[in-house]
């Protein structure tokens, strides 16, 4: 009898990735609008500024001005997402089209944030943002079931880290956990900003086992990750890319992880890494010579993000055909990713574990059966003569 190992699956095709459960930890609500959205609430809401009126244009627009090799450069970009968010109804309405939008690509589990004090221009109180999201998330989960789409969506709340509120949101997003609020964040520019700024609202959280992530890494390099997680004492990092400055790869292939790499990898800490957002900021020159790629073989705890979808122009998906192009990577990849990132999620470890089992690993052995099964059919007659 030959002995047969199973055929490793074979590169999965577009279709097969957008249908592939796939669970996103690093996406901004204020980064995903659609452009028609952003369009026709700038007429309700009388937002004049935008810089193109036309949905095709203005998508373009985004992306464009985003791609400028600069995170500050990049960040002024949401200037115009943020001016159309400030009432309730188009929070909701974000929210609900974000939910929805994530469910037609395929993904079951997002952890979406955003900052509550950049919404308040219109009078909002920052208990009325939280709930105007929530409810949106709610709708648009309602919204995606209707259309045959499985969506569970946590909100992690942000403090902007050149301001001085991270207490206050943390306090926050401590009050609205259960109800919909998984966790909390710190966003803006990094250099200059050190999380150890916002320490107070680190230590409340953690008096409070409340879970939080840090941006790190991103634009400032192994500083900034090292405060994040021993000043901090972050759960996740979001990007964490520059870890690479601490990994040093020989030419006969060996590689040597310095201190604070050996940490982040023994520590399973999870890397949120956006790979489309890392090129527009130049943390990274091509996909192909992205850090996922190292990171992804040393098997340390990397996920996969679209971090904005409108300013990168991107979804789950496209990351994932992106990387599938540049690495070969195949639905054993894949699974991998989604398996990391479900199990690095806020949610509780019961809650994970489910996923884990009765969504991503069948929907992922389904697509494996598909691929097999077209194997079969094509080498049939060979096949059955085998045993
Ligand atoms: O990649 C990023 N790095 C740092 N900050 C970011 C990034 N993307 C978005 N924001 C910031 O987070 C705020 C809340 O969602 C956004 O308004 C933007 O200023
Ligand atoms: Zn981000």
């Not at 943002?129 to 919204?143: K, T």
């Not at 008096?207 to 759960?235: K, M, V, Y």
């Not at 890494?273 to 010579?289: E, F, H, I, M, V």
């Not at 098997?299 to 690495?327: I, K, Q, Y």
Request: hydrophobic letters at 40%.
């Amino acid at each position: 009898m030959t002995s047969q190992t199973a055929p490793k699956a074979n590169t999965p095709s577009s279709d097969q990735i957008r249908r592939a459960p796939k669970v996103l930890l690093h996406d901004h609500l204020d980064g995903g609008l659609r452009p028609g959205t952003i369009v026709e609430l700038a007429r309700e809401t009388g937002y004049s500024r935008l810089p193109e009126t036309d949905p095709d244009k203005l998508g373009v627009w985004f992306r464009e001005a985003a791609d400028s090799g600069s995170l500050e450069r990049y960040l002024e970009t949401f200037s115009h997402t943020v001016a159309v968010m400030q009432t309730r109804d188009a929070l909701v309405r974000v929210a609900a089209e974000c939910a929805v939008d994530l469910a037609e690509d395929g993904v079951v589990y997002a952890e979406v944030r955003y900052a509550p004090e950049q919404h308040l221009e219109g009078g909002l109180s920052l208990e009325e943002v939280v709930e105007a999201v929530n409810e949106g998330f709610r709708e648009g989960e309602r919204i995606a079931r209707s259309n045959g789409h499985r969506i569970r969506v946590g909100a992690l709340l942000t403090a902007m880290r050149h301001a001085a509120r991270a207490l206050e949101i943390a306090e926050l997003a401590n009050r609205y956990r259960d109800l919909g609020v998984v966790g909390f964040d710190i966003a803006g520019a990094e250099a200059g900003h050190p999380p150890t700024r916002h320490l107070d609202a680190f230590e409340y959280l953690k008096r409070e086992n409340n879970h939080f992530t840090i941006h790190a890494g991103e634009a400032f390099g192994l500083p900034s990750i090292w405060q994040a997680l021993q000043w901090c004492g972050a759960d996740r990092l979001g990007h964490g890319v520059r870890i690479i400055d601490d990994i040093q790869v020989h030419a006969d292939g060996s590689v040597k992880l310095g201190r604070l790499a050996s940490y982040v990898r023994d520590k399973r800490i999870p890397l949120e890494l956006c790979p489309s957002s890392n090129l527009q900021t130049g943390a990274a020159d091509s996909y192909a010579a992205h850090p996922i790629g190292l990171l992804r073989r040393l098997h340390f705890r990397a996920t996969v993000n679209t971090d904005n979808r409108l300013m990168s122009n991107t979804s789950m998906s496209r990351e994932f055909e992106h990387l599938v192009e540049a690495f070969g990577y195949t639905l054993d990849d894949m699974q991998w990713f989604s398996v990391n990132a479900m199990k690095s999620s806020f949610i509780p470890f019961d809650e994970r574990l489910a996923m884990i089992n009765d969504v991503i690993k069948p929907g992922y052995a389904e697509l494996k059966s598909e691929w097999l099964f077209q194997q079969t059919a094509s080498t049939s007659g060979s096949a059955a003569d085998a045993g």
